[in-house]
């Protein structure tokens, strides 16, 4: 449980501002957490933007893309410059890279994995348990997606 029993909220940790929404549907359409978050990445300084919720905006896999999470933010993170969004939802790993925002299902870590295709949109997929490590400094975020037998399957630098 959260503090004050919130549904969204950020905080920094060295260089990132990292960004946690409520995707559900009961929430997804809160005029109060569309506000907030306008008003939390208007304010940020930090070097890099982390943005984390549950369902994706851009999926290959069985559950796909939610409509209405592209329809609410997505232009909010290309205006406010989001590097990453990190989803689930869908049991598989798939990145996608729309309008310089890189958009990351992480969905591998232990529960049966879904099968995964690919769109217009996908720069990596595959159906594979895997981790997500990411390294930062002060100029560099590194990611790389790493499969249950150590191998990284995917990888990219933000400058």
């Known amino acids: 449980m959260l503090p004050n029993n919130e549904h969204w909220y950020s ?21 109060s957490q569309l506000i907030w978050l306008i008003k939390d990445l208007k304010s940020n300084t930090q ?7 549950h ?15 592209r329809l609410l933010w997505k ?3 290309e205006k406010f410059g989001v590097d990453m969004v990190f989803n689930g939802h869908d049991h598989c790993y798939e990145r996608a890279k729309v309008n310089n ?17 690919s769109n217009w949109w996908t720069i990596y997929s595959e159906k594979t348990y895997h981790y997500c490590f990411v ?19 995917d990888d990219f630098i933000i400058n």
């Open 11 to 31: 905080f920094n940790n060295g260089p990132v501002h990292f960004v946690g929404l409520d995707s559900n549907l009961k929430n997804a359409f809160r005029l």
């Open 47 to 53: 070097k890099f933007t982390i943005v984390f919720f």
């Open 55 to 69: 369902h994706p905006i851009y999926s290959s896999g069985n559950h796909g893309s939610t409509w209405y999470i």
């Open 75 to 77: 232009n909010i993170f």
């Open 101 to 117: 925002v890189n958009y990351v299902v992480t969905g591998g870590g232990g529960a049966p994995l879904y099968n995964v295709g």
């Open 135 to 153: 390294s930062v400094n002060q100029t560099q975020l590194l990611f790389k997606a790493i499969n249950s037998e150590e191998f990284v399957i």
